[in-house]
């Protein structure tokens, strides 16, 4: 006898046998099931979904809106299959008429129509009490508009030579009052360049900020922004000195009867400079009396000059006995 080839044999009789027997089994069990589904009074919790239908055009929610409400029902199986498992099931709708004056939905009072809505599944209770929401009112406003100059948007000593122009003025901001609230009465706009050196005039998108885009809109794309601007030139001259309020007892090194000023000079007034007569002020009355010295002033200070240093920047007091 070959007993390999009978080995074989019974192992593949066996197997045959364990197939017929898991498919009893999984018949049996199918039968079961279905049978069961089939039944009623079957209790279960579930996550019902719900949705909220008011105007968005007049008011929007500034936190996320519940979406489902917890829930125990009765009923055949297979209905409670398929509200577990969300199969084919439409959301309940709640309507509100006037979303900021209700910031609390009780359950309770949503419970005959959510019952309605279930059928033929049976609602036994609402395990969510109550439903918190935060709608308000849209509102729009005008805010207006400000350039944000840093200091690196002119160029080394360039200065404006108008006011800067913004067209237009304001612009209209839309959405939920607290946002618009938080947005502020002012909408400040950066300019993309920096060391500007030549007569300016650019149209400059604008949004809101990143943290309130949701929520807010803006009506103007773009803002227009013009000034004019002037470059400060660069230059030193000597200045005489002159003494004021100075005691006969007190002067100065004999050596030193002038300074070295060093300006820039807005360029259209180079002329004028040329014409203006300056003196260094020494002005007794305005000595440090804890190291007898004096500072330098001008005898006069044109706003055309910025930027004024002296060379020397003060000078020593000589006491005679």
């Known amino acids: 006898m070959n007993f390999q080839n009978y080995f074989k044999r019974l192992k593949a009789k066996k197997a045959a046998n364990f197939k017929v027997v898991a498919l009893c089994v999984l018949t049996a069990t199918t039968f079961w099931v279905l049978n069961a589904l089939n039944k009623d009074n079957y209790y279960t919790v579930v996550d019902y979904p719900i949705e ?49 004056r209700q910031p ?4 309770r009072n949503i419970q005959r129509e959510l019952s309605d809505k279930l059928v033929p599944t049976q609602l036994t209770s609402i395990l969510t009490d109550s439903l918190r929401l935060n709608i308000e009112n849209i509102i729009t406003r005008k805010v207006a508009v400000t350039i944000d100059t840093s200091s690196n948007t002119l160029a080394r000593n360039i200065r404006l030579a108008s006011p800067i122009k913004v067209d237009p003025a304001s612009v209209t901001v839309r959405g939920p009052t607290s946002m618009v609230q938080r947005f502020g009465a002012s909408f400040h706009v950066k300019l993309e360049d920096e060391k500007i050196n030549r007569n300016y005039a650019k149209l400059i998108p604008i949004t809101v900020p990143k943290e309130l885009s949701p929520y807010l809109s803006l009506a103007e794309d773009n803002v227009l922004v013009e000034f004019d601007v002037v470059e400060f030139l660069e230059g030193n001259k000597r200045l005489k000195l002159r003494l004021v309020n100075f005691p006969a007892n007190v002067s100065i090194d004999p050596n030193i ?5 060093q300006y820039i000079v807005d360029e259209r007034r180079v002329d004028d400079l040329k014409e203006l007569e300056l003196e260094g002020i020494l002005n007794y009355n305005n000595r440090n009396r804890q190291d007898s010295t004096v500072s330098l002033q001008l005898n006069r200070n044109p706003p055309y000059l910025e930027n004024i240093t002296f060379e020397p920047e003060t000078l020593r007091l000589r006491y005679e006995d």
Do not use: C, H
């Open 52 to 100: 909220f239908y008011y105007n968005q055009e007049e008011y929007m929610a500034v936190e996320e809106l519940p979406n489902k409400v917890r829930i125990e029902i009765n009923g055949n199986g297979w209905d409670l299959i398929r509200k577990y498992f969300k199969v084919n099931v439409s959301p309940f709708v709640i309507e509100l008429q006037n979303p900021p």
């Open 104 to 107: 609390i939905i009780l359950t």
């Open 257 to 261: 009867s002038s300074v070295i000023m």
